[in-house]
């Protein structure tokens, strides 16, 4: 059962422009929700994340926006680089399970075009 | 500091062997989680462990297991491979459990013929 959905599995965005990444979720016990950025051959790497008891979280060029009454989030890439072009995943936890598991998204690809 | 570390890199079994993977967490954390990235697809949890204490186990076959040492590496053993069980397993550490992120290595690639 897929708890964090990641549709429109693909995104071809001209540099400069805005990459704005989509997130969905099921389980509202959820309170912590990250992002991913995955080049080909290495490991994620943390982005940004966001907690339940907010609804937006800056960190530079990304913006994650959380609306808990839709369950659902999203990532804004602004202004969007060639060196953005990578897999980004989102991810979500339930701090109060005495573990921080993460529930992950099958992805999204993002191509930047110079 | 290092990060997250790995080994092998790659590795080539046969269906019925058995494998070990290996991994070193960032200096300073505790917990050491295991994750399995078939193509296509997201990481999936497998285990968490935290002061040599399992944290959590995903939905795995007990043919899956792993440990963490006192210095806080820990091993994944997989028994009786499957073509299935061909992944890209990563390990993440973290410093404590808890509404924190992980910090991943670059993985395992097992293929399994």
């Known amino acids: 059962d897929q708890q964090v959905k990641q549709n429109s599995p693909s995104l071809s965005v001209q540099e400069g422009r805005i990459s704005i990444l989509n997130c969905d979720y099921t389980?509202?016990?959820?309170?912590?929700f990250l992002w991913y950025k995955k080049y080909p051959a290495e490991g994620p790497t943390f982005l940004i994340s966001?907690?339940?008891?907010?609804d937006k979280n800056e960190d530079g060029r990304f913006t994650v926006f959380l609306n808990k009454s839709a369950k659902h989030l999203s990532l804004h890439i602004v202004p969007s680089q060639p060196g953005d072009s990578a897999v980004y995943f989102c991810a979500a936890s339930f701090g109060g399970g005495g573990n921080n598991r993460l529930a992950f998204g099958k992805g999204n690809q993002v191509v930047v075009i110079p | 500091d290092a990060g997250v570390t790995q080994s092998p890199t790659h590795l080539i079994k046969t269906r019925g062997q058995h494998v070990t993977l290996r991994c070193s967490p960032i200096?300073?954390?505790?917990?050491v989680s295991w994750y399995q990235q078939v193509l296509g697809q997201g990481p999936q949890f497998i285990f968490q462990?935290?002061?040599?204490?399992?944290?959590g186990r995903g939905n795995f076959p007990d043919r899956f297991s792993a440990r963490q040492f006192p210095n806080y590496s820990s091993e994944l053993n997989v028994n009786a491979l499957l073509l299935g069980d061909s992944a890209l397993y990563l390990c993440?550490?973290?410093?404590?459990?808890?509404?924190?992120?992980?910090?991943f290595g670059s993985g395992t690639q097992l293929s399994v013929l």
């Open positions: 462990y935290y002061e040599k204490e399992e944290r």
């Open positions: 966001i907690s339940s008891i907010k």
């Open positions: 993440a550490s973290s410093r404590v459990v808890g509404n924190e992120k992980l910090f």
């Open positions: 200096s300073g954390h505790k917990s």
């Open positions: 389980n509202s016990m959820f309170d912590y």
